[in-house]
T-cell receptor, first 113, second 111 residues
Framework: DAKTTQPTSMDCAEGRAANLPCNHS???????VYWYRQIHSQGPQYIIH???NNETNEMASLIITEDRKSSTLILPHATLRDTAVYYC??????????????FGIGTKLQVIP | DTAVSQTPKYLVTQMGNDKSIKCEQN?????MYWYKQDSKKFLKIMFS???????INETVPNRFSPKSPDKAHLNLHINSLELGDSAVYFC??????????FGSGTRLTVV
C-alpha cells in the first residue's frame, strides 16, 4: 500500500550530511510528504513535512522537487544518535483518520563514527 | 508528561488468552490509531478513531476489538490470542493537519 519507494539502507559518516531520497511519483496534488524516523524499537518520531516548498526545522531539511515526484530529507550534521529507520510517507494533511497510511520498510540509516 | 502513553510495554501471554492494551493521549488530538509492526518491520494501520467514532477497520480479525471511551483514550482488546499476533503494537494520535505522535509501543509475545 505504500506509495513511496526508498533505498533499503544507507551509511553516513558522523558529522557529514545525510541525504535520504524518496520517490513518490504518484503523489496527488493535495498530498503532503511526511518524514518519520524510528530509533531501535521505539515509536516512530515525526521529523518534518512539506507540500511543495522546501522546509527546514531544528531536526532536518526537506527538499521537494518541482514536479513533486521525489524528495530528499537532509540531516545536516549526522550524529550517532541519528542511526534509525527513516520513513517517507504521503498523505493529505487534513485527512483526519480517514487515510489508510502504511509505512513501508523505510531506509535504515547507519551513522558511522 | 508523556504525550501518547500505552501500557503495558511488554506483554507475554499464552495462546488462547484474552488481553488488553491501553492508550491515552494528552495532546487534545481528535484522531487516534492502532498500528501493528510485524517481524518484517512494516507498520500497518489497524484502526483509526475520530472523536470516538471508528473510521478505519483495516481487515483485522474480529478477535481485535478497539474501544474509545473518550477521545483521549483508545484501548485494544484481543480475544483468543494466536501465535501470529506476536508483534509490536503502536498507538498514535494526530490533529487534523499535522503528523502522528506515536506511543512507545507494546511488545506482545504469544507463546
Amino acid at each position: 500500500d505504500a506509495k513511496t519507494t526508498q533505498p533499503t539502507s544507507m551509511d553516513c559518516a558522523e558529522g557529514r550530511a545525510a541525504n535520504l531520497p524518496c520517490n513518490h511519483s504518484t503523489i496527488s496534488g493535495n498530498e503532503y510528504v511526511y518524514w518519520y524516523r524510528q530509533i531501535h524499537s521505539q515509536g516512530p518520531q515525526y521529523i518534518i513535512h512539506g507540500l511543495k516548498n522546501n522546509e527546514t526545522n531544528e531536526m532536518a531539511s526537506l527538499i521537494i522537487t518541482e514536479d513533486r515526484k521525489s524528495s530528499t530529507l537532509i540531516l545536516p550534521h549526522a550524529t550517532l544518535r541519528d542511526t534509525a529507520v527513516y520513513y517517507c510517507i504521503v498523505r493529505p494533511s487534513n485527512s483526519g483518520g480517514y487515510q489508510k497510511v502504511t509505512f513501508g520498510i523505510g531506509t535504515k540509516l547507519q551513522v558511522i563514527p | 508528561d508523556t504525550a501518547v502513553s500505552q501500557t503495558p510495554k511488554y506483554l507475554v501471554t499464552q495462546m488462547g488468552n484474552d488481553k488488553s492494551i491501553k492508550c491515552e493521549q494528552n495532546l487534545g488530538h481528535d484522531t487516534m490509531y492502532w498500528y501493528k509492526q510485524d517481524s518484517k518491520k512494516f507498520l500497518k494501520i489497524m484502526f483509526s478513531y475520530n472523536n470516538k467514532e471508528l473510521i478505519i477497520n483495516e481487515t483485522v480479525p474480529n478477535r481485535f476489538s478497539p474501544k474509545s471511551p473518550d477521545k483521549a483514550h483508545l484501548n485494544l482488546h484481543i480475544n483468543s490470542l494466536e501465535l501470529g499476533d506476536s508483534a509490536v503494537y503502536f498507538c498514535a494520535s494526530s490533529p487534523q493537519g499535522v503528523g502522528y505522535t506515536f506511543g512507545s509501543g507494546t511488545r506482545l509475545t504469544v507463546v
